[in-house]
């Protein structure tokens, strides 16, 4: 397989994640009180946005570069 078809099918790929996800979303843990051997912790949920258009462009590339391979052959 031509490296333009492997990066193409792996852009749509994304594409078509960014497209379902809307966004990457994540956890961390943060320490709120320390004295010695009590220690309280907190959960915080942050999420990192993926505008729509990021799966387009993405989506658009992937499918450009899938029919510039096929026709080189």
Do not use: C, H, W
Request: charged share 15%; no cysteine.
């Amino acid at each position: 397989m031509k490296s333009n078809s492997m990066i193409g099918i792996i852009l749509i790929v994304i594409g078509v994640i960014a497209f379902a996800y809307q966004g990457i979303t994540y956890t961390t843990r943060e320490k709120v009180i320390d004295l010695g051997p009590l220690q309280v912790s907190a959960d915080k949920t942050k999420t990192f946005p993926l505008p729509p258009i990021v799966g387009g462009i993405s989506l658009v590339g992937g499918i450009v570069l899938l029919v510039m391979g096929n026709r080189k052959n």
